[in-house]
């Protein structure tokens, strides 16, 4: 029903201040100065709280929904993981599953924090996106052993102008279309109500 750990692991690593930028390009690169600042803010925060983190594991909880959360449309991500289902939910719905959704990224985003290990990340000069709105942070995880993986943050600009994370592209496996897949399945079987009792009820044990 979800990601592997390896492929939060590495959503997480693409935020890492030790990243080598690439060459300049003309384009636009506010999305990727918003990915590298808001990683810096992160890290920086569970170092200086790290005695706090050891003795409650829900600071880092904390500091996420501070500081990463502002920078992803949960709204936008839930419309396209549910696809034709969330035109079918109700308005309760949709905010019932954008809710659980939500808490299910955090708690995953959260847990994968404690696995950073200083490994490098490579990110490559954006290229022009056919619309200005939208854009493609390119990165290059080195692995403690084995091949470099490859993950993508895809932005869009909302209605106030600021850059969003809508998904999150790893080893050419898109975050989106993971769930949309696995909730396309879930529906028929268990209706929307039931897809939504079933993230609650993960969340609420903890699951990833």
């Given at each position: 029903?979800v990601?592997?750990?390896?492929?939060?692991?590495a959503?997480?690593?693409v935020m890492?201040?030790?990243?080598s930028l690439?060459?300049?390009?003309?384009?636009?690169?506010t999305a990727m100065?918003l990915?590298?600042?808001?990683?810096?803010?992160?890290?920086?925060?569970?170092?200086?709280?790290?005695?706090?983190?050891?003795?409650d594991?829900?600071?880092?909880?904390?500091?996420?929904?501070?500081?990463?959360l502002?920078?992803?449309?949960?709204q936008?991500?839930s419309?396209?993981?549910?696809?034709?289902?969330?035109?079918k939910?109700?308005?309760?719905q949709?905010?019932a599953?954008?809710?659980?959704?939500?808490?299910?990224l955090?708690?995953?985003?959260?847990?994968?924090?404690?696995?950073?290990?200083?490994?490098?990340?490579?990110y490559?000069?954006?290229?022009p996106?056919?619309?200005?709105?939208e854009?493609?942070?390119?990165?290059?995880?080195?692995?403690?052993?084995?091949?470099?993986?490859?993950?993508?943050?895809?932005?869009?600009?909302?209605?106030?102008?600021?850059w969003?994370?809508?998904d999150?592209?790893?080893?050419?496996?898109s975050?989106?279309?993971?769930?949309?897949?696995?909730?396309?399945?879930?529906?028929p079987?268990?209706?929307?109500?039931?897809?939504?009792?079933?993230?609650?009820?993960?969340?609420a044990?903890g699951?990833?």
């Amino acid at each position: 029903m979800v990601l592997s750990r390896r492929a939060f692991m590495a959503a997480f690593l693409v935020m890492s201040p030790l990243a080598s930028l690439g060459a300049a390009s003309t384009v636009d690169e506010t999305a990727m100065t918003l990915v590298k600042a808001t990683s810096d803010e992160v890290l920086a925060a569970i170092k200086d709280n790290s005695e706090k983190i050891k003795s409650d594991s829900k600071v880092v909880n904390a500091l996420v929904e501070k500081i990463v959360l502002p920078h992803i449309d949960f709204q936008t991500m839930s419309k396209l993981v549910l696809a034709v289902n969330w035109r079918k939910a109700s308005p309760a719905q949709q905010v019932a599953f954008t809710q659980e959704f939500r808490e299910l990224l955090v708690r995953t985003y959260s847990k994968s924090l404690g696995e950073y290990d200083g490994q490098k990340v490579t990110y490559f000069p954006m290229r022009p996106e056919s619309d200005p709105k939208e854009a493609l942070v390119r990165t290059e995880i080195q692995a403690k052993s084995g091949m470099p993986i490859p993950v993508a943050y895809r932005l869009r600009k909302n209605e106030q102008g600021a850059w969003k994370i809508i998904d999150v592209v790893i080893d050419e496996v898109s975050l989106v279309s993971n769930y949309r897949n696995t909730f396309a399945q879930d529906v028929p079987r268990v209706g929307i109500d039931g897809l939504i009792k079933q993230l609650r009820n993960s969340n609420a044990e903890g699951g990833v």
